[in-house]
């Protein structure tokens, strides 16, 4: 493990996500809370389009700076959400994947338009080369993560389960570069009462628990999970102080556990990929007492993916997606 530079302190708050809620309106869908168990609701971020929670942040950001192009650095679900948007606003798009990244998710991201850059090594080295060809090339460079436009649009998902769930008391939050968490530990400050915060890791790649305990951003090396937009290494300079200052509690999760939670997704209906389903494995292990959520927060699975993309043309919001059930 690296440690490396002190994070930055972050000064966003609620309303910016209350903002980025307002701004992307027109371009994000509000997915469901479905029932799983008495006591236990997951947010159905499956049913986003572009099919993961990604592109509320990726959409708020470029909405925001208003690209010539963008160079990303994606596992998958981020690089399909700047390819989405990048499609529907004609602004040219590059991904850059590391080694052991989905191949589906690399088609996926090539049939909107975007090119796609593989590289060895692991996800820092991902980031390097992501910001080297932005700089090489004057495209604006747009972190999956660590972005305070990308935390606050990820936080809108928070926002959504105090619409629809006021009387939620533990949201549980699947955790990989840190920007989802980040964005629901500044969006329950829309709750009228105390919610618990839990971030969920896979448990050979908790950056962010081992930063906190550390005192300091910690760097891991590269690892491996079926988790596999997860495996981040360092946390991000935005999340990390939103993190440290209000999450409750960060657990670790096996690929098991994960494999178990996927599997009472999909015998639930969900079509979550593996990283979606970590937070419900969370919740499993931890157990659920009172009123909680757990953060589905993709479903970009190969069989999903196999499909021809949908643009926002063809797709319709359905009603009752803004209902539980």
């Given at each position: 493990?690296?440690?490396?530079?002190?994070?930055?302190?972050?000064?966003l708050?609620?309303?910016?996500v209350?903002?980025a809620?307002?701004?992307?309106?027109?371009l994000?869908?509000?997915t469901?809370l479905?029932?799983?168990?008495?006591?236990?609701?997951?947010k159905?971020?499956?049913?986003?389009h572009g099919?993961?929670?990604?592109?509320?942040g990726a959409?708020?950001?470029m909405?925001?700076l208003?690209?010539?192009?963008?160079?990303?650095?994606s596992?998958?679900?981020?690089?399909?959400?700047?390819?989405t948007?990048?499609?529907?606003c004609?602004?040219?798009?590059?991904?850059?994947?590391?080694?052991g990244?989905?191949?589906?998710k690399a088609r996926?991201?090539?049939?909107?338009?975007?090119?796609?850059v593989h590289?060895e090594?692991?996800v820092?080295?991902?980031?390097?080369?992501?910001?080297?060809i932005?700089?090489?090339?004057?495209?604006?460079?747009l972190?999956?993560?660590?972005h305070?436009?990308?935390?606050a649009?990820?936080?809108?998902?928070?926002?959504?389960?105090?619409?629809?769930?006021?009387?939620?008391?533990?949201i549980?939050?699947?955790?990989g570069?840190g920007?989802?968490?980040?964005?629901?530990?500044?969006?329950?400050?829309?709750?009228?009462?105390?919610?618990r915060?839990?971030?969920?890791?896979?448990?050979?790649?908790?950056?962010y628990?081992i930063?906190?305990?550390?005192?300091g951003p910690?760097?891991?090396?590269?690892?491996?999970?079926?988790?596999?937009g997860?495996?981040?290494?360092?946390?991000?300079?935005?999340p990390?102080?939103?993190?440290r200052?209000?999450?409750?509690?960060?657990?670790g999760?096996?690929?098991?556990?994960?494999?178990?939670a996927?599997?009472a997704?999909?015998?639930?209906?969900?079509?979550?990929?593996p990283s979606?389903?970590?937070?419900?494995?969370?919740a499993?292990q931890?157990g659920?007492?009172?009123?909680?959520?757990?953060?589905?927060?993709g479903?970009n699975?190969s069989e999903v993916?196999?499909?021809?993309?949908?643009?926002?043309?063809?797709?319709?919001?359905n009603?009752?997606?803004h209902?539980?059930g």
């Amino acid at each position: 493990m690296t440690t490396i530079g002190s994070a930055t302190r972050s000064g966003l708050g609620i309303a910016d996500v209350r903002v980025a809620a307002e701004r992307i309106s027109g371009l994000v869908r509000h997915t469901p809370l479905l029932a799983l168990g008495s006591n236990l609701l997951v947010k159905g971020e499956h049913r986003q389009h572009g099919g993961s929670f990604k592109l509320r942040g990726a959409a708020n950001a470029m909405v925001v700076l208003r690209p010539a192009a963008v160079v990303t650095g994606s596992s998958g679900n981020h690089g399909i959400a700047v390819a989405t948007i990048g499609a529907a606003c004609d602004v040219p798009v590059t991904v850059v994947m590391a080694a052991g990244t989905s191949e589906a998710k690399a088609r996926a991201i090539r049939a909107r338009g975007a090119r796609v850059v593989h590289i060895e090594g692991g996800v820092a080295e991902r980031e390097r080369r992501a910001r080297s060809i932005a700089d090489r090339t004057g495209a604006v460079y747009l972190p999956s993560s660590d972005h305070e436009l990308v935390v606050a649009g990820a936080g809108t998902v928070g926002l959504e389960v105090a619409e629809d769930a006021p009387d939620v008391t533990t949201i549980f939050v699947p955790t990989g570069g840190g920007g989802l968490l980040a964005g629901v530990c500044l969006a329950v400050d829309a709750f009228d009462h105390p919610v618990r915060v839990v971030g969920v890791e896979p448990v050979h790649t908790r950056r962010y628990a081992i930063s906190i305990a550390a005192g300091g951003p910690v760097e891991l090396p590269p690892s491996s999970t079926i988790a596999d937009g997860l495996r981040g290494q360092r946390p991000g300079a935005v999340p990390l102080p939103i993190i440290r200052r209000r999450v409750d509690e960060l657990i670790g999760v096996t690929d098991d556990a994960i494999v178990h939670a996927l599997g009472a997704l999909r015998a639930a209906g969900v079509a979550a990929e593996p990283s979606g389903a970590v937070a419900l494995a969370g919740a499993m292990q931890a157990g659920c007492g009172g009123h909680a959520v757990a953060v589905v927060s993709g479903g970009n699975t190969s069989e999903v993916l196999s499909a021809a993309p949908r643009t926002f043309d063809e797709r319709k919001h359905n009603d009752d997606d803004h209902r539980r059930g």
